[in-house]
Antibody, heavy 120, light 110 residues
Framework: QLQLQESGPGLVKPSETLSLTCTVSGGSISSSSYYWGWIRQPPGKGLEWIGNIYYSGSTYYNPSLKSPVTISVDTSKNHFSLKLSSVTAADTAVYYC????????????WGQGTLVTVSS | QTVVTQEPSFSVSPGGTVTLTCGLNSGSVSTNYYPSWYQQTPGQAPRTLIYSTNTRSSGVPGRFSGSILGNKAALTITGAQADDESDYYCVLYMGSGISVFGGGTKLTVL
């Protein structure tokens, strides 16, 4: 059974960089059938797609995001990562990683999510 | 800017039928957008219900169905149960690797 697990600091200071990693187990991140994505949810609000990455390193980002975003993949460690620069309080959210099916274009497996608070 | 629209809230009686919709601020939703639907209860990760318009994800009860109704994607719950009380999100695939979430619908069963 595929599992995704987010990890990283739960508290980040304003203007600093938020960094999270999603470790994939029970399957290979190098499959050609899937993207790997990040989604976030501010407290009490809806879900927002941040971006996806393919195992080859091709990336796709939400053009509406205000903070600079970088998603990277490490196939040797079977994980992918998110970096959000110059964060503000508006970036406080639960961050989910998920697998995105390439053919049917949907998120089929989700991590449990991790809360990141931006505060000094 | 693409905006995916959903009803903010909806209410259904136990055993009743409810249809939630997913539209676009400009244009019609078709199967080409691969509409998918997700259920989320407080404190939990989203659960995938429907993908590619009308395909139920593994383990999803048959009372959940997806379709295109007019110019929108739709999620219908037939015979609603108390534990269907959740937030429901649709996602449209816009092409070029871009996905857009709707704002979500809070469904109350009472």
């Amino acid at each position: 059974q595929l599992q995704l697990q987010e990890s990283g600091p739960g508290l980040v200071k304003p203007s600093e960089t938020l960094s999270l990693t999603c470790t994939v187990s029970g399957g290979s991140i190098s499959s050609s059938s899937y993207y790997w994505g990040w989604i976030r949810q501010p407290p009490g609000k809806g879900l927002e797609w941040i971006g996806n990455i393919y195992y080859s390193g091709s990336t796709y980002y939400n053009p509406s995001l205000k903070s600079p975003v970088t998603i990277s993949v490490d196939t040797s460690k079977n994980h992918f990562s998110l970096k959000l620069s110059s964060v503000t309080a508006a970036d406080t959210a639960v961050y989910y990683c998920a697998r995105h099916d390439y053919g049917d274009s949907y998120f089929d497996y989700w991590g449990q999510g991790t809360l990141v608070t931006v505060s000094s | 800017q693409t905006v995916v629209t959903q009803e903010p809230s909806f209410s259904v009686s136990p055993g009743g039928t409810v249809t939630l919709t997913c539209g676009l601020n400009s244009g019609s939703v078709s199967t080409n957008y691969y509409p998918s639907w997700y259920q989320q209860t407080p404190g939990q990760a989203p659960r995938t219900l429907i993908y590619s318009t009308n395909t139920r994800s593994s383990g999803v009860p048959g009372r959940f169905s997806g379709s295109i109704l007019g110019n929108k994607a739709a999620l219908t719950i037939t015979g609603a149960q108390a534990d269907d009380e959740s937030d429901y999100y649709c996602v449209l695939y816009m092409g070029s690797g871009i996905s857009v979430f709707g704002g979500g619908t809070k469904l109350t069963v009472l």
